[in-house]
């Protein structure tokens, strides 16, 4: 009789077996099954240590890269060498694929043993599609494998150099012209706004002495109604507008 352990254990393997097997081959019912009915199974590990990630990355196979992220598929996990699912999927050139893991909370930034990055993969697989998508994403075009190699020093073919320096100019052209934008324009809408400010002050100022002036005349007459020639001598400094209200109101008066 057999000991049942082993048996358990034998089984386990077995649907570890095939549930990297469903996710290299691209089978999403089997993966989906598989992973519902034993769910510690999503980050069993091969004899490679690798996990079902890692091979549906490798195979570019999005929508099971999908499931497995959102199914508590281990998504920083590494593989021999410390490799990790972004970096299998950038090897192959498989930018969706990198898309999800960077969306699933992957590190654009992250290494393997050797230093390799996802740019490190894609440039020296010429990955045209991928390295301009990890450009525009931020990826570091100077960082350095553990040989002293940046990205750039494994360019293989004049198209790529070519678009490396093209991405290069536009991207510091953005920057450029996103800095003039943020030095310039709240300098100017601030200096607009003090001046308007100084102006609203300064009519404001003009308005209340000449208010001030009336109360003061009113008081030391006596008169209970005013009238034009009790108006203050218009001064050569003050504001026509102000003047020009205080006449107006004077007027209803006299009138009602």
Known sequence: ?????????????????????????GDLPAVQWICSSDPPAVNSRDKHSRTPLHLAAWSGHAE??????????????????DTGAIHFASQKGHTEVVRILLSSGVSIKSINRKGMSPLHFA??????????????????????????????DLIKSEEMRSLINELEQSLKNKDQTTRRGTDEFP??????????????????????????????REKRKGDDDITQDSLPVPDAKKSKVSLAHLLAEDDIEEEL
Do not use: W
């Open 1 to 25: 009789m057999g000991n049942p352990r082993t048996a358990s254990k034998k089984k386990n393997e077995g649907a570890d077996s095939e549930l990297h097997a469903a996710a290299r081959a």
């Open 64 to 81: 099971i890269v999908s499931y497995l992220c959102k199914n508590k598929a281990d998504v920083g996990a590494s593989a021999m060498d």
């Open 123 to 152: 440039i020296q697989g010429s990955h045209i599609e991928l390295v301009k998508y990890l450009i525009r994403k931020g990826a570091n075009l100077s960082s350095k494998n553990k040989t002293g190699e940046t990205p750039l």
């Open 187 to 216: 300098l100017k809408s601030s200096n607009a706004e003090d001046v308007k400010d100084v102006h609203a002050y300064s009519s404001s100022d003009q308005v209340d002495t000449d208010i001030d002036a009336d109360e003061k």
